[in-house]
């Protein structure tokens, strides 16, 4: 079992840069590939990015690609998605995921996952 707890969110202008954590408990953290989805009013939950086990490896969206940057410190058990240059499309509940796959990029292939945090970016 993985329980996740996000934080971070908040209110940006566009161009703006915001980072957003996840702080994970539970056993064998280090284990899981850790990702990151969002849920936009009227759209449904979209990946964002990835991070492996050792984060040796990372996956993005193509709408993030360049802006996003996901990390994670299994000593600290937390990942992290520090954006910049931020769009008003951006806006969005952003959650934290967890996934016993080493590659891991769809909502199915996810076990865990925490309650979201809103960011908002202004035009």
């Known amino acids: 079992q993985v329980q996740l707890v996000e934080s971070g969110g908040g209110l940006v202008q566009a161009g703006g840069s915001l980072r957003v954590s996840c702080a994970a408990s539970g056993r064998a953290f280090s284990s899981y590939t850790m990702g990151w989805f969002r849920h936009a009013p009227g759209k449904g939950r979209e990946f964002v990015a990835a991070?492996?086990?050792?984060?040796?490896?990372?996956q993005y969206a193509d709408s993030v690609k360049g802006r996003f940057i996901i990390s994670r410190d299994n000593a600290k058990n937390t990942v992290h998605l520090q954006m910049t240059s931020l769009k008003p499309e951006d806006t969005a509940v952003y959650y934290c995921?967890?996934?016993?796959?080493?590659?891991?990029?769809?909502?199915?292939?996810?076990?865990?996952w925490g309650l979201g945090t809103q960011v908002t970016v202004s035009s």
């Open positions: 995921a967890a996934s016993i796959l080493r590659v891991a990029v769809f909502i199915n292939e996810y076990n865990y």
């Open positions: 991070i492996s086990w050792r984060g040796g490896s990372t």
